[in-house]
Nanobody, 120 residues
Framework: VQLQASGGGLVQAGGSLRLSCTAS????????MGWFRQAPGKEREFVAT????????DYADSVKGRFTISGDNAKNTAYLQMDSLTPEDTAVYYC??????????????WGQGTLVTVSS
């Protein structure tokens, strides 16, 4: 599976962005999709995940109520809608495909990352 993340950019605090992750190479619907992020000098951390069926989702406490993960198997694409952004959300965001869960070691395939910068 090859993953291509897009949609990052510069946004003011309180604004919104929608990230996309398009998969190719194998059957997208066999995998859970996750989003992780890594801020400068910090470890890569879990943000959100969605099961292959779309029936289960999970979020990091820091983004609950602000971010929404969704998927479209017909388009082989997962999305991360990010609202009410704060400067603390500034990071490189990575999408990943693998087994459902919050641990990055569960994910076998990773995209290249897309930078999100939130200005105050």
């Amino acid at each position: 599976v090859q993953l291509q993340a897009s949609g990052g950019g510069l946004v003011q605090a309180g604004g919104s962005l929608r990230l996309s992750c398009t998969a190719s190479g194998r059957t997208f619907s066999n995998y859970a999709m996750g989003w992780f992020r890594q801020a400068p000098g910090k470890e890569r951390e879990f943000v959100a995940t969605i099961s292959w069926s779309g029936g289960s989702t999970d979020y990091a406490d820091s983004v609950k109520g602000r971010f929404t993960i969704s998927g479209d198997n017909a388009k082989n694409t997962a999305y991360l809608q990010m609202d009410s952004l704060t400067p603390e959300d500034t990071a490189v965001y990575y999408c990943a495909a693998g087994a459902y869960g919050i641990t990055k070691h569960l994910y076998y395939y990773w995209g290249q990352g897309t930078l999100v910068t939130v200005s105050s």
